[in-house]
């Protein structure tokens, strides 16, 4: 699929935060950064016309639904939950999938996703305080609250607000590579990757402790992703009890350490895939899995693909 024209589609009232951040990814030019340029468009019922959002204020769309029958992604974003939606715009989604168009919606936008149909026979997934509400009237579609979004292909449903972000730096990074989804990361200050393999945590509050950020310890990992880390010495280095430890890494990081590393080398050995000509031998001592049968056994769970498959797809050469 292309990734060069977006549109986000607004509804009446739509959520801006989660609409900011297709704006944000798509609307903004980063070519000085080595981004390719997006056309994006923000789309209402009525070009002009401002739309009420849910906090108040409005968002003033520049483009119609019927322009995003051209886009190559069409965002949902999130909104009020509403009993009907308009079938002009049900159908503008339905006509962007059918020409191919990926189409991904966050948080509640799940809601007009699934009024479409798309979503029959998929799991899909919304914000945690919806996702009973959302069975019941999609019952054809089962939800999922063990990931922050799903990928499904042509469909991509994301959890909601910093889910959203996730989402869409994985579709950049689906379609264009993790070198461009880091520039825009780093521009955006959010990492890179988050794996959406994880849950919504919606049993308790984050627990609240008098431990410095682990940032210094990410940062120490993410420079010496060649050298072994175990969860004593890392909990040393951050001068806490193991326990202590694990608990506020998964509090910050939303992962335990042993995932979050393993996402950080698979993540640098997709950049030597398709940066350089390293044999994979090498590409997997590079980024600590140390054989390369280990390199493919995480690369493929984590990406999907074998790394010949995607230096091939997605190698600059």
Known sequence: MALS???ALVTDPVAMFETAIACEVFGLDRTDDGVPPFTFMMCGETAGVPVPTTSGGALTPTH???DALEADLVVMPAGGVRDTYPEELLDVIRGAHARGATILSICTGAFVLGETGLLDGLTAVTHW?????????????QVSMDVLYLDQGQIVTGAGTAAGIDAVLHIVRRELGSTVATRIARRMVVPPQRDGGQRQYVEAPVPETDCESMQPVLNHIAENLDAPHTVPDLARLAMMSERTFARRFVAETGTTPHKWIVQQRVLRARELLESTDLPVESVASHSGFGSAALLRTHFQTVVGTSPQRYRREFSRA
């Open 129 to 141: 305080r919806y996702a009973e509400q959302f069975a019941a009237r999609f019952p054809r579609t």
């Open 64 to 66: 119609q639904w019927q």
């Open 5 to 7: 024209t977006v549109a």
